[in-house]
Nanobody, 121 residues
Framework: QVQLTESGGGLVKPGGSLTLSCVAS????????MGWYRQAPGKQRELVAG???????NYVDSVRGRFTISRDNMKNTVYLQMTGLKPEDTAVYYC???????????????WGQGTQVTVLS
């Protein structure tokens, strides 16, 4: 499988910006869809932004226009640029890549360990 490592979280004030990174242990993003998820305390994990292997991005309504997902295949990295941050964006952010280890194998969701984003005035 693959190891995913998120970084870039932190504490920012409302209106601030952060860029999260998801680094894969090998080259996978050009051949697999991926997603950035977040989980706030007491809430279910939700998909925030997705990026297909072909480079098409999609966003949940609450972040559209503020967040941008992108990738650098040479660095095995997917980014989530977050601007105009709001207190409700506070959560642990995870990247996920669903993959099939073999043709007959079921899809396995590969998750990173998460990075904390706190938006607080």
């Amino acid at each position: 499988q693959v190891q995913l490592t998120e970084s870039g979280g932190g504490l920012v004030k409302p209106g601030g910006s952060l860029t999260l990174s998801c680094v894969a242990s090998r080259s996978i993003f050009s051949r697999n869809n991926m997603g950035w998820y977040r989980q706030a305390p007491g809430k279910q994990r939700e998909l925030v932004a997705g990026l297909t292997s072909g480079g098409t991005a999609n966003y949940v309504d609450s972040v559209r226009g503020r967040f941008t997902i992108s990738r650098d295949n040479m660095k095995n990295t997917v980014y989530l640029q977050m601007t105009g941050l709001k207190p409700e964006d506070t959560a642990v952010y995870y990247c996920k890549v669903p993959m099939k280890p073999c043709i007959e194998c079921p899809i396995i969701d590969n998750w990173g360990q998460g990075t904390q984003v706190t938006v607080l005035s």
